[in-house]
């Protein structure tokens, strides 16, 4: 255990290395600097402008339809004769607020990165440290148990203790399916009947109805302070 501390905080930072790789200075000091550190941040205007437009339309009630671009482009001269929706006055409204909105969340989200990069000069250094780190399959780096910190795990000595907590038959038991799908399609059924039941609306039932659904995934936190640094299992 190597535990260090900030010069302009009392709060210890702590690195737990349990592995038999041998930590750098360089590597040690930006494990130090913890699980949530990111210097590179970037935002992803794309997917931001997409979720805004998801909004507008849950808010505004305007169902969103794809649109047969191609049919568009092969006669751009004869918008005459399509389909264009008009917007009422409290949704043209809506529209400019969160237009308005988006474009400020843009500005301080781009002034705030540019004051992070500004305070870390060696920024890029450490992302090439980090990658390293992760490119050694022999470790696996995680948090423990409780409370801050990095650790630093042998792989092999991780997934073996991992195992034999799924070795346990009282707590888990080995399917010969994944039963996740069709109790998806269960559930979807009795939304449907709840559905036309007019238990909710056809625009609650798209909202609710659940898609993509995949099984729980299982992981280990370390509690470092007990002797063989077990795993506390946890289901997400």
């Given at each position: 255990m190597i535990n260090t501390t900030?010069?302009?905080?009392?709060?210890?930072?702590?690195?737990?290395?349990?592995?038999?790789?041998?930590?750098?200075?360089?590597?040690?000091?930006?494990?130090?600097?913890?699980?949530?550190?990111?210097?590179?941040?970037?935002?992803n205007r794309s997917k931001v402008i997409s979720n805004v437009e998801y909004l507008f339309h849950q808010a505004s009630k305007i169902p969103k339809e794809s649109i047969d671009f191609k049919k568009w482009d092969e006669d751009p001269d004869d918008i005459a004769n399509k389909e264009i929706r008009v917007l009422e006055p409290k949704q043209l409204?809506?529209?400019?607020?969160?237009?308005s909105?988006?474009?400020?969340?843009?500005?301080?989200?781009?002034?705030?990165?540019?004051?992070?990069?500004?305070?870390?000069?060696n920024g890029n250094h450490d992302d090439k440290i980090?990658?390293?780190l992760?490119?050694?399959?022999s470790i696996l780096i995680t948090k423990p148990d409780k409370g801050r910190g990095v650790v630093i795990l042998d792989r092999n000595?991780?997934?073996?203790?991992?195992?034999?907590?799924?070795?346990?038959?009282?707590?888990?038991?080995l399917l010969n399916q994944d039963p996740t799908i069709s109790r998806q399609n269960a559930l979807t059924t009795v939304l449907r009947q709840m559905?036309?039941?007019?238990?909710?609306?056809?625009?609650?039932?798209?909202?609710i109805k659940p898609v993509g659904s995949v099984p729980a995934r299982l992981y280990g936190l370390p509690k470092v302070h007990k002797n063989n640094v077990p795993l506390r299992p946890i289901v997400s």
């Amino acid at each position: 255990m190597i535990n260090t501390t900030d010069k302009n905080t009392t709060e210890p930072k702590v690195v737990w290395n349990f592995s038999n790789r041998n930590l750098a200075e360089e590597e040690l000091r930006v494990l130090e600097k913890g699980m949530s550190y990111n210097h590179s941040c970037t935002v992803n205007r794309s997917k931001v402008i997409s979720n805004v437009e998801y909004l507008f339309h849950q808010a505004s009630k305007i169902p969103k339809e794809s649109i047969d671009f191609k049919k568009w482009d092969e006669d751009p001269d004869d918008i005459a004769n399509k389909e264009i929706r008009v917007l009422e006055p409290k949704q043209l409204s809506l529209a400019a607020d969160l237009k308005s909105t988006t474009e400020k969340f843009f500005q301080h989200a781009q002034m705030s990165i540019k004051m992070r990069k500004d305070k870390n000069l060696n920024g890029n250094h450490d992302d090439k440290i980090l990658l390293k780190l992760s490119k050694d399959l022999s470790i696996l780096i995680t948090k423990p148990d409780k409370g801050r910190g990095v650790v630093i795990l042998d792989r092999n000595d991780y997934i073996e203790k991992l195992e034999k907590i799924l070795s346990d038959n009282k707590k888990f038991k080995l399917l010969n399916q994944d039963p996740t799908i069709s109790r998806q399609n269960a559930l979807t059924t009795v939304l449907r009947q709840m559905k036309n039941e007019e238990y909710f609306t056809q625009q609650e039932y798209k909202y609710i109805k659940p898609v993509g659904s995949v099984p729980a995934r299982l992981y280990g936190l370390p509690k470092v302070h007990k002797n063989n640094v077990p795993l506390r299992p946890i289901v997400s």
